[in-house]
């Protein structure tokens, strides 16, 4: 049996400073796109199994606003609530983080305040 394989690659560009001017990404899942594609930041979580820790790098470019990252952030919410939910089937938990994700969607102003019941 033959081994799939699919490459992400990310490429980041740094001022003097090191600070990211211009992130992008490509990957070889996309073949209707397969030129790299621009992004104004990225997560990357790895868990490490030796060591049962999460390694992280965070980036985004000096361009991104905070209405932008807040949206980021939001949707990356919604999605930690998804992707936990499909792998532990955890309904309970992972419908606390995304009733969390609600909360900080409204308090950021991403989506409209709920009445309260």
Known sequence: ?????SE???NVALDD???PES???QSTDNPENANQQECKAFLLSIFDKDHKDTLRIDLWTKEMQVSEMD?????TL???AETYHKATNNTELANQIGKF???FGEESGILP?????
């Open 1 to 5: 049996m033959s081994e799939t394989k």
């Open 8 to 10: 992400i690659k990310i």
């Open 17 to 19: 400073d090191k600070i």
């Open 23 to 25: 992130i992008h990404w």
């Open 71 to 75: 949206r980021f952030v939001y949707f």
């Open 78 to 80: 919604r999605g930690i």
């Open 101 to 103: 994700s609600e909360f």
């Open 113 to 117: 305040k709920t009445e309260p019941q």
